[in-house]
């Protein structure tokens, strides 16, 4: 099994990009949630591929502009992979 | 002692950055249910509030919800009839439903200072059409004579676990506990 490491990253990309894009490398949304912090509320989507877990968080609302929290805890691979997207 | 408090992004950055200075930490968690009305149906946003429209209605962000059909708040045990005000406008900081969460904080320290993140996670909405025996004042309410009726029920599941959870490696330790209690410098 490949050591998984961390990462968060916070960028301005539509979630459908990255939601699309994960499911495209084979992830599936496990749970979604409604989350607040820092006095916002955001819709948390977590996606799962074995081990591996990303969370996408974008925060809810007629808010501009949209910086999804995307943290993943993932090989090596996996992570550059994504920012790859994200880029 | 600084305490310092972060966003997801920040706090998890921070501990990617500690496991690879090699540095030894241990991250707790608490992890606590409330249901003290921080919460009430005027004041989440109207993606969060399409969720409850089955049973309730409003004009827009912290204008007053008023019950749209009689139903039953299973997990207050309460009866709501329609038309009723169930978060009034004028009375923002009081409603009368309150939408029930988890609050959970991470944290780990480090020479001396301690670094946050704490967030809430939402109780689910799920709303069904039960069978119920009525009470009094809910026969009073859809002025009816039978002893049961078929009734929406307003349920709140709550998140899964993982939801509660940051995306840590597993060579991070993480420690539950149920209090933090902070020592102050003199």
């Keep these: 099994m490949k050591e998984l490491k961390v990462k968060s990253i916070s960028v301005l990309v539509s979630t459908d990009k990255v939601n699309a894009s994960l499911l495209e490398m084979g992830f599936s949304v496990y749970s979604t949630a409604t989350t607040v912090s820092d006095g916002r509320f955001w819709n948390k989507l977590l996606f799962v591929r074995g081990e591996e877990r990303v969370s996408v968080s974008e925060e809810i609302g007629d808010v501009y502009p949209k910086d999804p929290v995307i943290t993943i805890c993932g090989s090596t691979d996996t992570i550059s992979e994504i920012v790859e997207v994200l880029d | ?186």
């Design chain 2, 1 to 186: 002692m600084p305490f310092y408090e972060c966003n997801e992004n920040q706090f998890v950055e921070n501990v990617r950055r500690l496991i690879e200075s090699k540095q030894n930490f241990v991250v707790n968690r608490r992890i606590s249910i409330y249901d003290d009305y921080k919460y009430g149906l005027a004041t989440i946003p109207d993606q969060e509030f399409e969720k409850y429209s089955m049973v309730c209605d409003r004009k827009g962000y912290k204008y007053t919800v008023y019950g749209k059909v009689p139903f039953i708040d299973d997990f207050h045990g309460r009866f709501y009839s329609e038309g009723e005000a169930l978060h009034s406008a004028s009375n923002i900081n009081f409603p009368k439903i309150s939408i029930p969460y988890y609050k959970v904080e991470y944290s780990f320290n480090l020479w001396g200072s301690t670094y946050s993140h704490t967030f809430d996670a939402l109780f689910e909405p799920n709303i069904v059409i039960e069978k119920k025996d009525l009470s009094a004042r809910m026969k009073e309410n859809v002025r009816i004579r039978k002893s049961s009726m078929l009734v929406h029920v307003l349920k709140f599941d709550p998140p899964d676990d993982k939801m509660l959870a940051l995306n840590l490696p597993k060579q991070v330790i993480i420690f539950d506990v149920k209090k933090m209690t902070r020592i102050f410098d003199t």
